[in-house]
């Protein structure tokens, strides 16, 4: 079992940066790929970047590509999402997810959620 716990929303101004966190507990995260999601109000909740156990691999999602960074550090059973440049449309919560095969997690079917974090993006 693996718990995820998001860290490091907030409110900031269009422009602006913010950095994700996503703490693992369990020794087996270094096993696991990953991915963030996010939902705004009345959306459903989409794919927005995703990183290979090894970290060596990513994939994201068009409207993010160039302004979000997804890294891992596995030492410290953390991923990372970097956001730069956040736009009003990045308002959303923001959810990490974990799961052994990539494509699948990828697709939102990930063993595992986290609670997700509020980012809000004012124009």
């Known amino acids: 079992q693996v718990q995820l716990v998001e860290s490091g929303g907030g409110l900031v101004q269009a422009g602006a940066s913010l950095r994700l966190s996503c703490a693992a507990s369990?020794?087996?995260?270094?096993?696991?790929?990953v991915a963030w999601f996010r939902q705004a109000p009345g959306q459903e909740r989409e794919f927005v970047a995703g990183?290979?156990?090894?970290?060596?691999?990513?994939h994201y999602e068009d409207s993010v590509k160039g302004r979000f960074t997804i890294s891992r550090d596995n030492a410290k059973n953390t991923a990372y999402l970097q956001m730069n440049s956040l736009k009003p449309e990045d308002t959303a919560v923001y959810y990490c997810?974990?799961?052994?095969?990539?494509?699948?997690?990828?697709?939102?079917?990930?063993?595992?959620w986290g609670q997700g974090t509020q980012v809000t993006v004012s124009s």
């Open positions: 997810t974990a799961g052994s095969i990539f494509f699948t997690v990828v697709r939102g079917e990930g063993d595992f």
């Open positions: 990183i290979i156990a090894s970290g060596d691999r990513t």
């Open positions: 369990g020794r087996t995260f270094s096993a696991y790929a």
